[in-house]
């Protein structure tokens, strides 16, 4: 009897281990950039929260917060290459759906998995959290399915695209507005709902956030527009590439990552962030600012060539960024740790 229940335990084992065994192998995701999600979407509540001193309460806000979010991550990532499936045929051959490695059924079912993590851990954080990615989830469902390709806005498709990644902003200081509030110069408060506490300095400081964020996020995807651009083409997805043509796109890709190191330096300015992140964050937008000329300044042949890469250092460029706000909050932490102990 005893073997039979270890059994039905190695059984049950492997089956939950498979979906993790298949994500792993799923896309050719760098190790770093995996490590870089974590404190990405951990950078945001420490921002919003400040330094101050970290109890219990607070690292259990921005663990619930990652946890949130990853499984958003993954989620957003799979139902887009279930919608997708007709556009990666031609675009992305290599991706389980179009090369055969799992059946859309099966892959509905993950997705299935990770979006009640989402909501589930979104609901610990506040009603708010799960209030959030609620929107969002509805958001992106239609926006893949339906509304990319129904509607004939010049660039819809890629307009809307970084309200994914805008999530992780909103996301993280609204939980902390409302499960660890800092100021009540400003309360909103709905019956059942609770109350967001907040000031005008922090809204600021989220709207910048959220702006570079946008345009950050925006200016790398619009090179993957342009290597996609006849697959997106045949299927009628309004990009900046198939609305305004390749040359044009690189055009407003390049205005983008110039707007977003404005951006990034008023951030610098307005929050508690060392000049760590100003040095770093300078250097990494001068790099991507000279791959993003190179693009621009590429004829028909080798546009298509160097788009792919530029499209890569620019979501490095957008991931580093986040780092960069981890890493200058979490040094200050140690050091305000350690001098005031």
Do not use: C
């Not at 989830?137 to 806005?153: E, G, S």
């Not at 600021?204 to 290597?227: C, K, M, R, S, W």
């Not at 620019?314 to 780092?323: A, E, I, P, T, W």
Request: glycine share 4%; hydrophobic share 50%.
């Amino acid at each position: 009897m005893a073997k039979l229940s270890y059994r039905k335990k190695d059984k049950i084992y492997h089956i939950l281990k498979r979906p993790f065994e298949f994500l792993s192998n799923w896309r050719d995701l760098p190790p770093y950039e995996l490590a870089s999600y974590f404190l990405m979407f951990a950078s945001v509540p420490m921002l919003a929260y400040g330094i101050k001193p970290y109890n219990l309460n607070v690292f259990l806000v921005i663990i619930l917060t990652v946890i949130t979010l990853y499984s958003g991550f993954f989620a957003t990532l799979i139902w887009n290459d279930i919608t997708d499936s007709d556009i990666d045929t031609l675009a992305h051959p290599d991706r389980p759906i179009p090369s055969g490695r799992i059946s859309k059924k099966k892959f509905f079912t993950i997705a299935l998995v990770f979006s009640a993590m989402t909501f589930i851990f979104g609901l610990l954080t506040s009603i708010w959290g799960l209030i959030i990615v609620g929107i969002a989830a509805l958001f992106v469902a239609f926006h893949n399915k339906y509304l990319k390709k129904i509607i004939k806005l010049p660039a819809y498709s890629e307009i809307f695209t970084p309200i994914q990644w805008v999530v992780v902003a909103i996301f993280g200081f609204i939980v902390i507005w409302t499960a660890l509030p800092q100021s009540n110069e400003i309360i909103f408060s709905l019956p059942i709902f609770g109350s967001i506490s907040t000031s005008s300095s922090e809204i600021q400081i989220l709207l910048l956030l959220v702006a570079f964020t946008y345009f950050a996020d925006n200016a790398h995807d619009l090179p993957e527009g342009i290597h996609d651009y006849e697959g997106d083409l045949k299927h009628g997805v309004k990009t900046y590439a198939t609305s305004f043509g390749p040359k044009n796109a690189s055009i407003i890709s390049f205005s983008m990552f110039f707007i977003s190191g404005i951006l990034g330096i008023l951030i610098f300015i307005k929050t508690v962030l060392s000049p760590i992140f100003m040095i770093f964050f300078i250097l990494l937008w001068l790099y991507i600012m000279y791959y993003s000329y190179k693009l621009l300044r590429a004829d028909n042949k080798n546009r298509k060539i160097i788009a792919p890469i530029v499209g890569r250092k620019g979501y490095d460029y957008f991931l580093m960024s986040y780092n960069l706000i981890f890493l200058s909050i979490f040094v200050q932490l140690i050091i305000f740790h350690f001098k005031f102990i």
